[in-house]
């Protein structure tokens, strides 16, 4: 079929798209125990240039946030001059690449926080976490983050935001979504405060927009993107009024003109004009993510919901995603097994089109 629309360019802010295919952002955990992300990965991202923008691993701010065993940081030098290489590749190969900067919050277990684990409030989430020695646990109650310690927190994502720039890459994306420490705050199915930062819509958006005023003041809003998943249930979230109260939450964003809005699985929800109606309220820059085809993501675009979408598994199997849909070629079949940790094993050795 023809892709006219996923194949016509954008511009997301700063970020001049060559087509509208993003890679969407993707846990591999393919670093040290210290955060370090290893050399192929540079292999990984450059491989997948072609896309229009390239949206990093989700990668933590903080020890205190890294919630997950061998997954990238941002926080220290050695961490950061790794990352210097992967962008570098990405350059090479003539693609753009953002960072998602990420706090795990809740998700996450002691044995790689170094101490108990923090969110909005005291609330411990029905699910399994694994340790620094991969053995999976029951998740532990956090503790609720003083007034202070959130301070602490959005200093921790500029020093991140710098570092990402530092390392060459060109802006950030702002995790909050899928049940991490934004959404913690955002949600009130989790956020029981009733402080400053809980109670109202505008209480539980106060940290993002924090974050985000601490990420432009760094990049500049056309070089920020926030990723948000209103009606998302993984990691044990939930919200007792997701579409409105994210319709108010997109209100308060509007001002801020950010690079784009990125929707995590907003597509096959039990609100099926969602995505239209969260169109019609923010009227800026919209991205889209959830199971993809090209067709649908030509659709979505066509209709004028969205102006680029991010594929993930579909990009994790195919380097030459691009190539593939304009050409109608087979897609590679992604492995599983292969997801999360490993070496360049279902990883980076999948194969490309082959041309005679």
Do not use: C
């Not at 108990?116 to 609330?123: G, H, I, T, Y």
């Amino acid at each position: 079929m023809s892709y006219e629309h996923l194949f016509s360019p954008v511009s997301l802010g700063a970020f001049h798209l060559a087509n509208r295919i993003v890679l969407a952002p993707m846990t591999r955990n393919r670093a040290t125990p210290d955060g370090i992300p290893f050399p192929y990965v540079a292999d990984y991202y450059a491989q997948r240039a072609s896309g229009g923008l390239l949206i990093s691993e989700a990668t933590a701010i903080s020890k205190q946030g890294s919630g997950y065993p061998v997954i990238p940081g941002i926080w220290t030098a050695p961490q950061t001059e790794a990352w210097s290489a992967i962008t570098k590749s990405v350059h090479d190969a003539g693609g753009k690449i953002l960072l998602q900067l990420w706090h795990t919050g809740r998700v996450a277990h002691s044995s790689l926080v170094g101490g108990q684990p923090v969110s909005s409030s005291a609330v411990a989430p029905n699910l399994e976490v694994l340790t620094a020695s991969f053995e999976k646990v029951q998740a532990e109650t956090p503790r609720e983050l003083t007034i202070a310690e959130i301070a602490e927190v959005v200093a921790a994502y500029k020093i991140g935001a710098e570092n990402a720039k530092a390392a060459g890459f060109d802006g950030v994306e702002l995790h909050g979504a899928n049940g991490y420490l934004i959404d913690q705050f955002l949600r009130d199915g989790v956020n029981h405060r009733t402080d400053e930062y809980g109670g109202s819509i505008e209480n539980r958006l106060r940290l993002a927009l924090e974050v985000l005023t601490a990420l432009t003041d760094v990049w500049g809003a056309d070089r920020v993107g926030i990723r948000l998943s209103p009606f998302g249930a993984f990691d044990d979230m939930s919200d007792s009024d997701p579409l409105n109260h994210f319709v108010a939450i997109l209100q308060a964003l509007k001002p801020l003109n950010l690079a784009y809005v990125h929707f995590a699985f907003v597509t096959g929800v039990n609100e099926p004009d969602a995505l239209k109606k969260f169109r019609e309220v923010y009227g800026h820059n919209i991205m889209t993510n959830g199971t993809y085809s090209g067709a649908t993501a030509e659709a979505d675009l066509a209709a004028g919901l969205t102006d680029a979408t991010a594929f993930g598994v579909p990009f994790l199997a195919n380097p030459d995603l691009p190539e593939r849909l304009k050409d109608g070629a087979p897609l590679n079949e992604a492995i599983p097994a292969t997801f999360y940790g490993g070496n360049e094993v279902g990883y980076t050795d999948y194969p490309a089109l082959a041309h005679s």
